[in-house]
């Protein structure tokens, strides 16, 4: 049932947010979530955040196999356009899913993963499998310890309380996509310090 209540940012509500700040829980979504707002499809990654094991590797595993998928038809420009589209996007996606669930940062929220990793691919490429797999497993490291700058902007929003900051919802979506960008360029500098100890 669609709550009658509509909102700028969000749109019409799924049912579960009974007022701009307050969701009911859900804190693990299903096939059936996923399908109750177009928002959902993108932060749930296609379904990919649906993993029960380990959904950000999941969801970082979906960005490496569309990433492969897209690159006969990709160029540099592409790349660019289709992150620089992504990024507000899933902003846009996170806060409204984050939202329907009513949890400032759910684990089940990828597209931070698939964009980041869009990210680290479109600037190291081209390189061959085992810098893909090094890749991958530093911006796993990164995402999932979160040393340093990533674990600083991990915890920036996590102390938000929705029913006195009308914005939470908005603050906690950005915050959802700016740690995993974060590990993003921690993963690409130190792949860049390693190839030029290399050269």
């Known amino acids: 049932m669609t709550h009658p209540d509509s909102d700028p940012m969000y749109g019409p509500t799924t049912g579960l947010a009974k007022d701009p700040g307050r969701a009911a829980t859900v804190t693990r979504p299903s096939v059936n979530f996923m399908l109750t707002h177009p928002a959902h499809w993108l932060a749930l990654g296609f379904g990919s955040g649906l993993s029960r094991i380990a959904p950000g590797t999941a969801g970082t595993l979906w960005a490496w196999i569309a990433f492969i998928a897209l690159a006969p038809w990709m160029n540099e420009v592409r ?39 869009w990210i680290v691919l479109w600037l190291i490429m081209p390189t061959g499998l085992v810098g893909q797999v090094l890749a991958f497993g530093l911006f796993r490291f990164f995402d999932a310890v ?31 996509m700016l740690d995993d960008i974060v590990a993003a360029g921690c993963t690409v500098l130190v792949i860049a310090l390693w190839r030029l100890g290399l050269a």
Not at 87 to 103: D, E, F, I, Q
Request: hydrophobic share 50%; with cysteine.
């Open 79 to 117: 790349w660019a356009a289709l992150i620089a589209v992504s990024l507000p996007l899933g902003w846009w996606a996170c806060s409204v899913t984050a939202r329907n669930m009513g949890v400032l940062d759910p684990g089940s929220i990828v597209w931070d993963e698939v964009v980041a990793f």
């Open 146 to 176: 979160k040393p340093g700058p990533v674990g600083w902007a991990d915890a920036l929003y996590h102390h938000l309380d929705p029913s006195k900051d009308g914005a939470s919802w908005r603050k906690a979506g950005f915050g959802i």
